[in-house]
């Protein structure tokens, strides 16, 4: 495949952030103009070559993040914060487990746990504090 600076919007927007983006996220933060079509194939491109990972979070959506470590290798499950959303890669899992799966045939395998930072985490409770302290007031 050949690089586009379309490719190369998209592939620099999504290296310079540790979150996943949902489709409609990378659409609005890209610096030029492209297409849905366009952006769906070239994703779909960069995930064939392992330049980017494609994760499902609670609610279906597909979220795609430039692949910072080696994601052929390991299998391991993410961490992504509601609120930053930052995605944090976890310890690989247990080579139990790992052998357990190897007894079947597994197309895909996501994991992706939902919550909240420890920054984040924090915020939200300096923010329930206040509000309880100026409740009793």
Same mark, same amino acid.
């Given at each position: 495949?050949?690089?586009?600076?379309?490719?190369?919007?998209l592939? &620099?927007l #999504?290296?310079?952030s540790r979150k996943?983006?949902?489709f409609?996220g990378?659409?609005?933060q #890209?610096? !030029?103009?492209? *297409?849905?079509v366009t !952006?769906y194939?070239?994703l779909?491109t960069?995930e064939?070559?392992?330049l980017? /990972?494609?994760?499902?979070?609670s609610h $279906?959506?597909?979220l795609?993040?430039?692949n910072?470590n080696?994601?052929s290798?390991l299998r391991? %499950?993410?961490?992504?914060c509601? /609120?930053? &959303?930052?995605?944090v890669?976890?310890?690989?899992l %247990?080579?139990?487990? !790992?052998e357990?799966?190897e007894k079947f045939e597994? $197309?895909? +395998?996501?994991?992706l +746990?939902e919550? #909240?930072?420890?920054?984040?985490?924090?915020?939200d409770? *300096?923010?329930c504090?206040t509000?309880k302290?100026s &409740?009793? !007031?």
């Amino acid at each position: 495949q050949r690089s586009t600076d379309k490719r190369l919007a998209l592939l &620099e927007l #999504l290296m310079s952030s540790r979150k996943a983006f949902a489709f409609s996220g990378l659409e609005k933060q #890209l610096s !030029i103009s492209m *297409d849905r079509v366009t !952006i769906y194939r070239t994703l779909h491109t960069f995930e064939k070559v392992g330049l980017v /990972v494609k994760m499902v979070d609670s609610h $279906g959506n597909s979220l795609f993040m430039f692949n910072h470590n080696d994601h052929s290798k390991l299998r391991h %499950p993410h961490f992504r914060c509601k /609120v930053c &959303e930052l995605v944090v890669c976890l310890p690989a899992l %247990p080579s139990e487990y !790992i052998e357990q799966l190897e007894k079947f045939e597994i $197309g895909e +395998m996501s994991f992706l +746990m939902e919550g #909240l930072c420890h920054d984040c985490n924090n915020i939200d409770k *300096d923010n329930c504090a206040t509000e309880k302290r100026s &409740e009793r !007031i």
